[in-house]
């Protein structure tokens, strides 16, 4: 299964700043996944980000809000843009190795003050 | 995509076997039964998967009956380490991202 790991693994920050997570996999996959977990709740997927193309964003999500990179096979970040205490979440990227079974990285715990 | 049901909560003691229903009544055919494990503060982990019938794997069983409207994740002789959230999902072909629905914190006793 592939090893995902993410940076950082936790942050505290001020209200109107941006943070960057990182999303690094220890294998070459097609498509790479960022989730939302909210305190206490299931996940919500925020986008797909495909190498070399433009990520695709959910409902309620937004590209200026949540900018996406994915510059390579191995590697994507994503950018919680202006951030509020509404953004206190657990975020999580993804990758699947095959269509039915996806394999996560143990999460970005961030708290905005 | 198709809705899952499942209990909010469920409790149990160590040794126990354990039986986690989850509801899908509108699932395409293409979709798999796919159950997911989350420990706090740790991503999932898949556990199993199965399109009907009976699935074993070294963690867990799961049961799909020919209608496939739902599916039950068996869990033998349960322990501690067990406490977790489950996730039943219906997972299709066509769509690679996951749908998480609210999931079944199961706890277990000593």
């Known amino acids: 299964s592939a090893v995902i790991s993410q940076k950082p693994s936790r942050d505290i920050c001020q209200r109107g700043t941006s943070l960057t997570i990182q999303c690094q996999v220890d294998?070459?996959?097609?498509?790479m996944f960022w989730y939302r977990q909210q305190p206490g709740q299931s996940l919500t997927l925020i986008a797909t980000a495909n190498q070399g193309s433009e990520a695709t964003y959910e409902s309620g999500f937004v590209i200026d809000k949540f900018p996406i990179s994915r510059p390579n096979l191995t590697f994507s970040t994503l950018t919680v843009s202006n951030m509020s205490p509404e953004d206190s979440s657990i975020y999580l990227c993804?990758?699947?190795?095959?269509?039915?079974?996806?394999?996560f990285g143990p999460g970005t715990r961030l708290l905005v003050l | 995509l198709a809705k899952t049901t499942q209990p909010i909560s469920m409790d149990s003691y160590e040794g126990q076997e354990v039986n986690i229903t989850c509801s899908h009544n509108?699932?395409?055919?293409?979709?798999?039964i796919t159950w997911y494990q989350q420990f706090p503060s740790q991503g999932p982990r898949f556990i199993i998967q199965?399109?009907?019938t009976k699935v074993t794997n070294e963690v867990a069983s799961l049961f799909i009956p020919a209608d496939r409207k739902s599916s039950t994740l068996s869990l033998p002789r349960v322990s501690l380490s067990d406490t977790a959230v489950y996730y039943c999902l219906a997972v299709g072909t066509g769509r690679r991202a996951l749908t998480f629905g609210s999931g079944t914190r199961l706890q277990v006793q000593p």
């Open positions: 294998s070459q996959v097609t498509m």
């Open positions: 509108n699932i395409a055919t293409n979709d798999y």
């Open positions: 199965g399109y009907k």
């Open positions: 993804s990758v699947d190795e095959t269509q039915e079974t996806q394999y």
